[in-house]
């Protein structure tokens, strides 16, 4: 027989129990979800079972199941409540790179607290209440400036896929220093630094070697370097627009 029940846990009704005497207090979906975001900011998505969630939560694994039926669920819930934080208006302003540079800004917060988040939004689709907002909010942007869906979808990948991709980069640096012992600056000087200066010696590579010697942004701290790249995206995107609708957008503010 098929199974009939609904394949997102966002179709499922919360489950309502009420505690009583002589019974075991209840749980909430929320509540599960938040002691799983927890353990996963503090030791990584991996240690999210429900075996561990039910051991902080003083209760039996099986007892869970009934809030949350499957562990992709519970990513889906992890997802959507850190996509929670991020603090945006109800609706655009009508300045569409005001709003995807806090949009940008606000992301980054979100998943440099919760190392797991990117790489779960990149390994699955997921279409919580929170994410919606998000991503109606990023649509919006573009809404209203002569643009057809297809180029707004477009832009708006483009500028997540620049926003992920960095947000997983600077990642990667933070938990090398956390597996090293090395913060970016000590690896790059004691560690790869003699390797670099010998390559560089060497004049196999010369654009690595201007890379090295006279990049400004790689330097740079890494919110300013975000921003430069970021702005570098919104530039380009600006640009897009512009030949698609013959308007010329308002170039962006320095910062």
Known sequence: MADEEPTSIWMQPERQE???????????REQITRTAIRIADAEGVEATTMRRIACELGTGAMSLYRYVPRRHDLFDLMIDLAMGEIELPDSPS?????????????????????????ALL?????LGPNLLRVHEFTLGAFDGIGLDIDD??????MLNDYIHSAIRREIGWLEEARRTGLDPER????????????VVASGTFPLFNRTVLNSRTAHLAPDKRFQHGLDRILDAIAAL???????????AASS
């Open 122 to 126: 990149a390994g699955r689709p997921t």
């Open 241 to 251: 627009i512009t030949g698609a609708t013959g308007i010329r957008q308002t170039p």
């Open 152 to 157: 707004i979808t477009g832009f708006a990948d």
């Open 187 to 198: 690896w790059k000087r004691d560690y790869i630094g003699p390797y670099v200066r010998q």
């Open 94 to 118: 009508g300045d569409w790179r005001s709003d995807l540079t806090l949009l940008a800004r606000q992301t980054r917060a979100a998943g440099l607290r919760h190392p797991w988040l990117i």
């Open 18 to 28: 009420r505690s009583g005497p002589g019974r075991r207090p209840g749980y909430s």
